[in-house]
């Protein structure tokens, strides 16, 4: 009965690999995030999906491309792995009317 | 700009004592708080939400807090605190709507002594 899950729970890939981590709920939320925490836990907003339309776009390097193809599910690629991308990545999903969100287990990437 | 604080990077408390965990934030309109708790190496887990209404809010595992806003606080507590309290402990705020782009603080790490 899992609520929000990702996959891989780890990944560990070369410098300029191309790698995509997946994530779905079941919770029957209509948003969706992307974040990523440092090796220092500071936690910060990449992406967010209303719908399956992109509404939240941080200021991250263009590499990183979110994908939802539909409400369940937003999934990141990452093109042309870099040291510094080495973090835990979380999905979350919220519902309405307050958008209290709901987090997955995290992806650790380790880029060598 | 939105921003939260969390002054205290590390808190060692005695299993059984009392904890007080510090939020401080900045939001120009009325803010959304949240506190999670993550256990190492897992995912971040929501202990207890404000929206509005009564200024002390009851979350999960014996966890309150309350908002204060001459203050921009939110401060987290529990009474008694247990070794599986253990953890790190995050403040965010928000602002409850589609997209709400939660801002979190540092983090205070708990420590519990025997």
């Known amino acids: 009965d899992t609520a929000v899950s990702q996959t891989p729970k780890y990944l560990v890939t070369q410098m300029g690999n191309d790698k995509s981590i997946k994530c779905e709920q079941n919770?029957?939320?209509?948003?969706m995030y992307w974040y990523k925490q440092d090796s220092k836990k500071f936690l910060k907003i990449m992406f967010s999906y209303n719908n399956k339309e992109l509404i939240i776009n941080e200021t991250v390097p263009n590499r990183f491309s979110p994908k939802s193809p539909d409400k369940a599910h937003l999934n990141l690629h990452i093109n042309s792995l870099e040291l510094g991308d080495s973090a835990v990545y979380f999905c979350?999903?919220?519902?309405?009317?307050?958008?209290?969100?709901?987090f997955g287990p995290g992806t650790r990437l380790t880029v060598t | 700009a939105q921003s939260v604080t969390q002054p205290d990077i590390h808190i060692t408390v005695s299993e059984g004592a009392s904890l007080e965990l510090r939020c401080n934030y900045s939001y120009g309109a009325t803010p959304y708080l949240f506190w999670y708790v993550q256990s190492p190496g897992q995912g971040l887990q929501l202990l207890l939400k404000y929206f509005s209404g009564d200024t002390l809010v009851q979350g999960i595992k014996g966890f309150e807090a309350e908002f204060k806003r001459s203050q921009s606080s939110f401060n987290l507590r529990k009474p008694s605190v247990h070794w599986s309290d253990a953890a790190e402990y995050f403040c965010a705020v928000g602002a409850g709507t589609a997209g709400n782009k939660l801002t979190f603080g540092g983090g205070t790490r708990v420590l519990v002594k025997p």
């Open positions: 979350a999903s919220s519902p309405p009317p307050h958008y209290e969100q709901y």
């Open positions: 919770l029957g939320h209509d948003t």
